[in-house]
């Protein structure tokens, strides 16, 4: 009989591996070629270290070569990792310069490398407690995938969650590829388990296509068959056609299907676990919603056309109660146009390019993609008030509202004149936000008419990617400004060069990293028709690849920089 190798741990992982690895976790993909990796939960509440004690045995890692959806120009390795905790690793294409470093959860996980000539091998490292490293290689795969028919075939990204009574999950239930091809049928475990509050992201090979009826099945996985009601795993269901930018399909409990609504096809489906944790679910321990395949329902896409959705700001008014000025009278109509709320907001007083809601009056927009709640605030407003920027002077102050039906909603908070908003622990996503005026009449002449929305614009929307698609109402800059990083690479400051055009520009300056988290923000404001230098301060970030965003006047544009 073949032995399974065990490494003994003994001894806690060194400090110096750790903070290397840690940076890992964080995604750092440093390459002269792009790579790609499974996007995992990097959780430090899950650290290795805290679920290993020191009699546990740790039972090494498997690399093996899997298909890929085109060999030519990409690679796919799986590693599985049949232990019950994360295992921290290195990987790299020998010999070329494709490194990386990742979290290997329970379960499989996947890497995804660029064809290079002659031959690709994929290398891993990781250590035990001892310190000792170990160290698996293995040649690519030249198999393309065969079609699976009209079903998933790529998990993107999974992060699970505790089972309902704090354990993990066990690490077959996270072998995330029983969620891709066709359904079991049966309950023997053919499913891939969220846990509570875990998610999950699926893609298609092909674009599939929003026909009659129903186009999106979902199949789940119920032990006995139980009911909904018996046994109420739940999951939200978002739709997408470029991975980033979704829209909510509604609520799944157990198998369920959906039509694709506003988009005429897709390639991507995200699954998030709402299944109640406090249910008693026939006192059993549960495991949350368990995927076992995405179907579509009217076959694929013949074409890709542009549905004429638009990113990053409101675009539709979906209610508008007018409230009066102070003295009880009627806003002058030039005010009074809601769909001046819609778009990137111009941040300027030129010409009326605003809505004014009046004392008490109400507007509730839609953003065509959902708004998910990633780290820090994820809304800015933009309010105008003719130059008065002080909320002291002129407190013109609304009450903001999310929403992801447009029925259900949650209190976000209140904004004086321009300010930023956070959704909040616990709110996964919104589509909607409600905005009441919360002005104080007492502080105003008679003829002031509560707050003036210009718009709202999501902050950390898909970073990295293409511009924001918005239109604006009546004045835009008619330059776009040109950027410029140098030193790059930097080891400590870097300076942006910026040059404005005919306008005034206020100007927000992000940087990502390699998986698309804000690490830096500012916002400068930059006269018009000026060479500007704005020196950078990135001491204290860690070496890496990072995307710098430009974002004024609705332009967004962005540069690669790498710090040393």
């Not at 506003?262 to 495991?287: C, E, H």
């Amino acid at each position: 009989m073949k032995s399974t190798s065990r490494l003994r741990v003994t001894t806690k992982l060194k400090t110096s591996l750790r903070r290397r690895l840690i940076i890992g976790a964080v995604g750092f993909c440093i390459a002269i070629a792009t790579c790609t990796t499974l996007i995992l939960n990097f959780n430090a509440g899950d650290s290795r270290a805290s679920e290993i004690d020191d009699e546990q045995q740790e039972i090494a890692l498997q690399l093996l070569p899997v298909c890929s959806e085109n060999p030519l120009t990409q690679k796919r390795w799986k590693i599985i990792n049949p232990n019950t905790y994360d295992l921290p690793i290195q990987w790299d294409v020998y010999p070329e310069l494709q490194t990386g470093l990742l979290i290997a959860h329970p379960g499989e996980n996947f890497i995804i490398t660029n064809t290079i000539e002659g031959s690709n091998v994929l290398r891993i490292r990781w250590q035990n407690k001892s310190g000792e490293w170990f160290d698996l290689m293995q040649p690519a795969s030249a198999e393309t995938c065969p079609s699976s028919g009209c079903y998933a075939t790529e998990v993107v990204s999974y992060f699970p969650a505790k089972r309902n009574d704090g354990t993990t999950l066990p690490a077959e239930q996270q072998m995330v590829s029983k969620a891709i091809g066709v359904p079991q049928g049966n309950d023997a475990a053919e499913y891939v388990s969220l846990g509570f509050g875990g998610e999950i992201t699926l893609k298609f090979a092909d674009p599939i296509a929003n026909g009659p009826g129903d186009d999106l099945m979902i199949h789940e996985s119920t032990m006995g068959a139980k009911s909904c009601e018996r046994y109420p795993e739940k999951a939200m269901v978002f739709a997408s056609q470029d991975g980033c930018h979704f829209i909510y399909l509604g609520e799944a409990c157990q198998d369920a299907s959906f039509d694709l609504g506003a988009m005429s096809w897709i390639r991507f489906v995200k699954l998030k676990d709402i299944s109640p944790v406090t249910y008693p679910y026939g006192n059993q321990t549960a495991d949350g919603y368990d995927l076992d395949a995405i179907q579509c329902l009217n076959g694929t896409a013949n074409t890709t056309p542009d549905d004429g959705l638009v990113a990053g700001s409101a675009q539709e008014v979906s209610q508008y109660v007018q409230g009066t000025r102070k003295n009880g009278t009627n806003i002058h109509p030039s005010r009074t146009n809601p769909e001046m709320a819609l778009g990137v907001p111009q941040n300027d007083d030129l010409g009326i390019n605003f809505v004014s809601l009046g004392f008490t009056g109400m507007i509730a927009l839609k953003f065509d993609y959902v708004v998910f709640n990633r780290e820090g605030n994820d809304l800015q407003v933009i309010e105008t008030s003719y130059g008065i920027a002080e909320c002291q002077i002129y407190p013109e102050q609304a009450f903001f509202e999310g929403s992801l039906d447009g029925e259900s909603w949650f209190a976000m908070g209140e904004v004086c004149l321009d300010g930023e908003l956070d959704l909040g622990a616990g709110v996964y996503a919104i589509q909607y936000i409600r905005v009441t005026d919360r002005s104080a009449a007492s502080n105003f002449p008679n003829s002031a008419d509560g707050f003036d929305l210009d718009g709202i614009i999501v902050l950390d929307d898909c970073p990295g990617q293409a511009r924001i698609q918005a239109f604006d109402n009546i004045t835009t800059p008619d330059e776009i400004a040109e950027i410029k990083m140098s030193p790059n690479p930097f080891r400590d400051i870097s300076t942006l060069e910026y040059e404005t055009g005919s306008v005034d520009e206020r100007v927000n300056i992000a940087f990502y990293n390699y998986v698309g988290q804000m690490v830096h923000s500012e916002r400068v404001k930059i006269p018009k028709n000026t060479r500007y230098q704005h020196p950078i301060n990135g001491g204290d970030l860690p070496k890496g690849v990072y995307i710098v965003s430009v974002e004024s006047g609705g332009q967004k544009q962005s540069i690669r920089v790498i710090k040393n």
